[in-house]
Nanobody, 123 residues
Framework: QGHLVHSGGGSVQAGGSLRLSCKAV????????MAWFRQRPGKEREEVAS???????KYADSVKGRFTISPNDGERTLTLQMNDLRPDDSAMYYC?????????????????WGQGTQVTVSS
């Protein structure tokens, strides 16, 4: 099944940029059916960006045009480039994967999760 190891994150001022990375260790499928989630204090976890079986990307409305999800099959990493950060982007960010590699109808529920990395944006 493998596991996901985070790197990146940290603190930045509003308008700044951060890059999150998630390395798939022992994960045998291509880098799709993967996603980034975040959980802000007192709020439910939300999906921020994802890659489907056809490598199409989907973004939450709140991050469109600012965040970019990118898979690197050779390095087995999934990155989230975050630009023009805002204070309400502050959250714990998690990468997730469907370890089945999806099906003919699309991705299955994510069943492998990284340990999370904190992003803090100050105004």
């Amino acid at each position: 099944q493998g596991h996901l190891v985070h790197s990146g994150g940290g603190s930045v001022q509003a308008g700044g940029s951060l890059r999150l990375s998630c390395k798939a260790v022992g994960y045998t499928y291509s880098m799709y059916c993967m996603a980034w989630f975040r959980q802000r204090p007192g709020k439910e976890r939300e999906e921020v960006a994802s890659i489907d079986t056809d490598f199409s990307r989907k973004y939450a409305d709140s991050v469109k045009g600012r965040f970019t999800i990118s898979p690197n099959d050779g390095e087995r990493t999934l990155t989230l480039q975050m630009n023009d950060l805002r204070p309400d982007d502050s959250a714990m960010y998690y990468c997730a994967a469907d370890s089945s590699g999806g099906s003919s109808t699309g991705c299955r529920p994510y069943d492998v999760w990284g340990q999370g990395t904190q992003v803090t944006v100050s105004s």
